[in-house]
């Protein structure tokens, strides 16, 4: 998962966290960063068929 972060003295970056690690906008990470976006990934399928749903 990749996220960007800001640092307490304003930087920004971007870093990649380890599978299985839970992170959301606005949590402080144990360095004092913050994180400000969560860009989806290049895997996700934006144009993907939604199944239809019938009705019995």
């Not at 906008?25 to 399928?45: F, M, Q, T």
Request: glycine share 8%; charged share 30%; net charge negative.
């Amino acid at each position: 998962m990749w996220a960007y972060i800001r640092y307490p003295d304003g930087s920004t970056e971007e870093r990649e966290f380890p599978a299985g690690v839970s992170i959301e906008i606005g949590d402080i990470l144990e360095d004092g960063a913050v994180v400000i976006d969560l860009p989806y990934s290049d895997n996700c399928d934006d144009d993907a068929e939604v199944p239809t749903i019938y009705d019995d």
